[in-house]
């Protein structure tokens, strides 16, 4: 089978070829980690591939729970997304626990 028309990023099924013995091969990025690309993948695919860019982390938000256990989230962009089966982008956004500790937290009893 051939890639030579179609060149899929990430896992896509409907991107295939026929090949050998009614068998199907694959032109999408995952067939790299299942071994089952078209022959030409590498030669036709990978040669234009684009892997994900994303810019630096955010700052840490402050804490959701103003008193006792909460969570602070972060979050980047894409500076440019995957084209032509590249890498795919990294986590976009991080979370952490936290104690809020507002002054007001220990008065009420």
């Not at 990430?10 to 091969?25: Q, T």
């Not at 040669?47 to 256990?69: E, I, L, Q, Y």
């Amino acid at each position: 089978g051939s890639c030579r028309h179609r060149c899929c990023p990430g896992r896509n099924n409907a991107c295939w070829a026929p090949g050998a013995r009614r068998a199907r091969c694959y032109c999408d990025s995952y067939c790299q980690r299942t071994g089952d690309c078209c022959q030409d993948y590498l030669a036709t695919c990978r040669r234009a591939a684009v892997g994900c860019a994303v810019g630096p982390w955010g700052p840490w938000s402050g804490c959701s729970s103003p008193c006792g256990v909460g969570s602070r989230a972060r979050s980047r962009q894409v500076t440019l997304p995957p084209r032509h089966g590249g890498d795919p982008c990294p986590d976009l956004k991080q979370r952490r626990g936290c104690l809020g500790q507002h002054p007001a937290c220990g008065t009420a009893k």
